[in-house]
């Protein structure tokens, strides 16, 4: 049987009130590794100070017969640290749960050190709610970074039991989600799905039991780059049939290592070396140009920003991740 | 923990025969011979060493179905019939790692209860549909699994990504084989799961602690003198537990490690891997 709300903070008319701090519950969306020590002793410093100057935002959730926080739970967490019995709050309408995943998001941002399986099947259920699939309409939608809700997709691309790996309760079992992010650019690639033999979940468990072994010729997930690599260059010099006899051996012949999948003739090798000796030299340049002496020079100046603009989308397009 | 027999019993033929038909179906096969080798580092106290083997709580599939099958009806609201079943009921498989024992519990789980028929489908989910389940406060998860010696992993599964799983607030049941009481209290205390478990296991079955009686103050040294060559940082489990339970997939981590490290030093008699 529910019991009645509490009747201090009579819930229901919208707007500011103060509510007993242990009647707040933290929002079930939230991630619940959510703050980092240092900020949140900051802020608990101020909030001894001067106390809460924004209310928090709350509302009534009827199912759980409980306040819930909407947004200010680090206030809240001082709030309670610091004894505070009560707390002003501001008094929503209850979000449906689509609008309550989107606040989340927009509140919290994503930050690296958060699972990013839970975020993405958040994702998976706005985009089932919205029939809203554009990576860039979901980005503005959650505030996310395009490229992180396009990694999102790749791991819901992904058999239910594969998600669950990321969701192991052993964080020495837990997969990470680079893992299966990498390895999509070879698991959706169209020459190897064109190969007879491949089959992409049998695929896929080959390559999670290689690399949890360690030993078995694939060490990092970074190798699925390479492999990529090779693929792309074993395909450009039309030597598929050669790369497909070699794929499959290097998937299911642990003592190989992946240098076993380059095609002979189908390597960048030398146009790497003179791309880079080409980087190194304009390197060399821009960091000794004393910028004054050029300040006039419009031409270099676009010629630079159009330099900046192609490195990006290039970085972006070998799915580098790139820091502002 | 089981009464092992009293000092001095002989290590014949019949008992280590004994030994080796309770523990048959380990995940490895254990021999009469293995089981003469692992007793072997106790020297010339290998009575210690057999009356270990006596008191080890073996867990037999057999026994897990039991368990699962003891279990289920027990827990309020449910009901093999869709009629009599109160609110939404999804069974979900605790830990996921690839061969691991949770998939294989849910599925043992599963057809303990008579609920392998496709009309049950539904009703075992993976964990990553929790979200789109949308449960609500009249709904049941149950999440099924073997054991829970320290409770610390579950906790922390339901810290980094379980609660969020479930924002309905729907009842959350941990149910498993077999659980330390202080597992049961962590859980408890630190997340929204119920722990049921059919077996619970206490103080007295942590083989040095004081209230655990079958073994001497000096029966306990000599115990934990093997355990540390066997595993120098956890000689007693992980989370120090002293528990010398086994089950027949699996032994875990929190019992001795004289039963299951596997390395230079010493051969366990049920190893992990």
Redesign the interface.
């Given at each position: 049987m529910q019991q009645p709300r509490p009747s201090a903070s009579a819930p229901g008319h919208v707007g500011v009130k103060t509510i007993r701090t242990s009647e707040l519950q933290p929002?079930?969306?939230?991630?619940?590794?959510l703050f980092d020590r240092a900020p949140l002793e900051m802020l608990k410093a101020s909030i001894e100070k001067v106390g809460i100057l924004v209310p928090l935002t709350v509302y009534w959730?009827k199912?759980?017969n409980a306040w819930v926080i909407l947004d200010g739970q680090r206030r809240w967490m001082c709030a309670g640290e610091l004894g505070l019995k009560t707390v002003h709050v501001n008094e929503v309408a209850e979000p449906d749960?689509v609008q309550?995943i989107v606040t989340m998001f927009q509140i919290h941002k994503l930050r690296e050190d958060w699972?990013l399986?839970?975020t993405a099947?958040?994702l998976?259920?706005l985009m089932?709610e919205l029939k809203e699939k554009k990576d860039k309409q979901l980005a503005v939608l959650t505030g996310l970074d395009q490229a992180v809700v396009a990694r999102c997709k790749k791991l819901l691309s992904y058999p239910?039991?594969y998600?669950?790996?990321?969701?192991?309760?052993?964080?020495a079992?837990r997969v990470k989600a680079d893992f299966f992010i990498e390895l999509y650019a070879v698991r959706n690639d169209r020459v190897v799905n064109k190969m007879r033999w491949f089959r992409r979940d049998k695929f896929t468990?080959r390559m999670?039991?290689k690399y949890?072994r360690h030993s078995s010729g694939l060490k990092a997930v970074t190798d699925f780059r390479t492999m990529k690599q090779h693929i792309a260059n074993a395909h450009t010099a039309k030597r598929d049939t050669q790369l497909s006899a070699k794929l499959k051996e290097f998937t299911y012949d642990d003592s190989l290592t992946i240098d076993h999948l380059v095609v002979s003739g189908a390597g960048t090798a030398a146009e790497t070396r003179r791309l880079l000796a080409l980087v190194a030299k304009v390197e060399e340049s821009l960091a000794s140009m004393n910028v004054a002496d050029y300040y006039g020079e419009n031409e270099l100046w676009r010629r630079l920003e159009h330099l900046l603009k192609l490195i990006r989308q290039k970085l972006l397009a070998a799915g580098r991740r790139l820091r502002a | 923990m089981r009464t092992p027999k009293s000092r001095g019993a002989p290590i014949d033929s019949t008992r280590l025969a004994g030994w080796a038909r309770r523990f048959s179906g380990y995940r490895r096969p254990i021999t009469e011979q293995a089981i003469d080798s692992w007793l072997g580092p106790f020297g010339d106290q290998q009575d210690v060493g057999a009356r270990l083997l006596d008191s080890v709580e073996y867990v037999s599939h057999d026994l897990i179905d039991g368990a699962f099958k003891a279990i289920l009806p027990r827990l309020s609201g449910w009901s093999k019939g869709t009629a009599g079943r109160t609110g939404k009921w999804r069974f979900v498989?605790?830990?996921?790692?690839?061969g691991?024992s949770g998939d294989s519990m849910l599925f043992r789980f599963r057809t303990a209860n008579g609920m392998s028929a496709a009309r049950y489908r539904e009703l075992f989910i993976?964990?990553?549909?929790l979200?789109?389940e949308?449960l609500?406060?009249d709904d049941t998860v149950v999440f099924v699994d073997d054991f829970a010696g320290t409770g610390r992993?579950?906790c922390?599964?339901?810290?980094?990504?379980?609660?969020?799983?479930?924002?309905?607030?729907p009842r959350v049941v941990l149910l498993l084989v077999a659980a330390s009481r202080t597992a049961r209290k962590k859980i408890g205390s630190e997340t929204l799961m119920r722990v049921e478990s059919h077996r619970v296991l206490t103080t007295s079955d942590d083989l040095f602690h004081s209230s655990c009686s079958h073994f001497s103050g000096t029966e306990k040294r000599r115990i934990l003198e093997l355990c540390q060559l066997a595993d120098p940082r956890k000689p007693k489990g992980f989370g120090d537990c002293g528990f010398v339970i086994v089950f027949a997939h699996r032994c875990p981590n929190n019992s001795i490690a004289i039963l299951h490290a596997s390395n230079r030093r010493w051969k366990g008699l049920f190893p992990r891997d």
């Open positions: 929002n079930p969306h939230n991630p619940r590794m959730a199912a759980q749960l309550n699972e399986m839970p099947l958040k998976e259920v089932r239910k039991s998600q669950d790996l990321m969701l192991d309760p052993d964080p079992k468990q999670l039991e949890q | 498989a605790f830990s996921t790692s690839a691991e993976h964990k990553s549909e979200l789109r949308e609500g406060p992993q579950a922390e599964a339901w810290a980094s990504n379980l609660a969020e799983l479930l924002p309905g607030n």
